[in-house]
T-cell receptor, first 110, second 114 residues
Framework: SQTIHQWPATLVQPVGSPLSLECTVE??????LYWYRQAAGRGLQLLFY??????ISSEVPQNLSASRPQDRQFILSSKKLLLSDSGFYLC?????????FGNGTRLTVT | DQQVKQNSPSLSVQEGRISILNCDYT??????FLWYKKYPAEGPTFLIS?????DKNEDGRFTVFLNKSAKHLSLHIVPSQPGDSAVYFC?????????????FGQGTRLTINP
């Protein structure tokens, strides 16, 4: 069966520091991969998606970037974090029409 | 512009009764709809989905109804159980550039009372 691993579960980072969140998917090949964010009191917002290695599409202009160095690996990065980057970040994968999520990373920028 | 709306932030239902969660959307391009259940500090768990070519899909205690003309869908849970207490999100989907793009509602917090 397919599983998705996302780490770390929680992260506290100072403003201006870099960020790297990693996500890997097991049990499937060539999945579509996604990064979502849930800000406090709001719904989930799509940040990035990837339909293949090296292919990244961005949904909203922001301080973050994404990369897909391997088929089942998706990385969310920032060179310098802002206070507004705080939130709950979720990696997801899909094959066909169902989208499945990891357990998320709670990022607090101080 | 909120394309997917869940107008009830919370819902309280007695154990054993039916829970009905509602969702409205505005974009006719959405062709697939999903419901997720979410506990605090965890990712959303997929529950059930429905294609726009159908008007009903059932899986055990969960049934999703779609009314395309009204751009409305609902999730019925019957009978409701205490373990169903969680936040429920509906999501509307379209395929853009080969990727499944979901737009989520704000969520409804369901509380099942014993």
């Amino acid at each position: 069966s397919q599983t998705i691993h996302q780490w770390p579960a929680t992260l506290v980072q100072p403003v201006g520091s870099p960020l790297s969140l990693e996500c890997t998917v097991e049990g499937t090949s060539n999945p579509n991969l996604y990064w979502y964010r849930q800000a406090a009191g709001r719904g989930l917002q799509l940040l990035f998606y990837s339909v293949g290695i090296g292919q990244i599409s961005s949904e909203v202009p922001q301080n973050l970037s994404a990369s897909r160095p391997q088929d089942r690996q998706f990385i969310l990065s920032s060179k310098k974090l802002l206070l507004s980057d705080s939130g709950f970040y979720l990696c997801a994968w899909s094959v066909l029409r169902e989208v499945h999520f990891g357990n998320g990373t709670r990022l607090t920028v101080t | 512009d909120q394309q997917v709306k869940q107008n009830s932030p919370s819902l309280s239902v007695q154990e054993g009764r039916i829970s009905i969660l509602n969702c409205d959307y505005t974009n006719s391009m959405f062709d697939y709809f999903l419901w997720y259940k979410k506990y605090p500090a965890e990712g959303p768990t997929f529950l059930i989905s429905i294609s726009s070519i159908k008007d009903k899909n059932e899986d055990g205690r969960f049934t999703v109804f779609l009314n395309k003309s009204a751009k409305h869908l609902s999730l019925h849970i019957v009978p409701s159980q205490p373990g169903d207490s969680a936040v429920y999100f509906c999501a509307a989907s379209s395929i853009i550039q080969g990727a499944q793009k979901l737009v989520f509602g704000q969520g409804t917090r369901l509380t099942i009372n014993p």
